[in-house]
């Protein structure tokens, strides 16, 4: 688990909605997604990934309308 930098939200667009999914950024640079289908529901991905950042011990992420990426 040490392995994990930080837990980000990825959101992209499809069919005019706003979707996302929870992202691992590994210590390599890696990006490992939680689950590899995007989907709507962005607040309540964004709970989730804190849930798990908290549980991790890791620290915040400076989040740009509370969002890390944008696919």
């Known amino acids: 688990m040490r392995e994990i930098q930080s837990i980000v939200i990825e959101q992209s667009t499809l069919e005019g909605q706003a979707v996302a999914r929870i992202v691992f950024v590994m210590q390599s640079g890696d990006r ?20 798990i950042r908290e549980f991790l011990e890791l620290p915040p992420v400076e989040m740009e309308g509370g969002l890390a990426a944008r696919i």
């Open 32 to 51: 490992l997604p939680l689950i590899h289908t995007y989907s709507a529901g962005v607040p309540g991905k964004q709970a989730v990934a804190e849930a």
